[in-house]
């Protein structure tokens, strides 16, 4: 990739992937674990931060992103969603949640208008799509996010599984 000198070019990108439900033991100790790699990213020259907009991890995720934001006001959070409609058996707070993600996110591309069977892994596939890095919360072999895992890696991405640091 070249120099990562954040005026001289774009920096790199990491896309985020991980479980939608996080065990209590493990959602106390992901916040933190996952700032202490997103800043080590960002000195090494990561400057957009793309999250998929699901429940769980992709929440934890973006929040974090925004939170170093403050202090990193050169990095973006850009949001890849699978559809408008995404939110719609999802409990009030989540939604909200969701919102102010969405209000407070560099930009957001919605993929389809509609819900359908796919459009989830859709999704998935462009957030590995010119990635550089992929920070993960993978411990399970099978689901969406165990594809997004599986499919960064053989594009070739640095991948960082968090569950892996625990």
Excluded at 7 to 21: D, E
Excluded at 82 to 105: D, G, S
């Amino acid at each position: 990739m070249g120099e990562n000198q954040h005026n001289s070019k774009v920096g790199l990108t990491v896309c985020f992937t991980g479980h939608r439900h996080v065990a209590y033991e493990e959602a106390v100790r992901l916040p933190s674990l996952l700032e202490g790699v997103l800043i080590e990213l960002v000195e090494r020259g990561a400057t957009t931060f793309r999250a998929g907009g699901a429940i769980g991890f992709d929440t934890v995720a973006a929040l974090k992103v925004l939170e170093l934001r403050e202090r990193y006001p050169h990095i973006r959070l850009e949001l890849i969603l699978p559809c408008r409609n995404q939110t719609e058996y999802w409990e009030e707070t989540a939604v909200r949640t969701y919102q102010y993600i969405l209000k407070q996110a560099d930009s957001h591309r919605f993929l389809f208008d509609a819900y359908f069977d796919g459009c989830m892994l859709e999704r998935d596939r462009r957030l590995v799509e010119g990635s550089d890095i992929c920070v993960a919360y993978c411990n399970r072999s099978r689901g969406g996010t165990a594809y997004t895992f599986t499919r960064a890696i053989r594009a070739g991405l640095e991948v960082i599984n968090l569950n892996d640091l625990m």
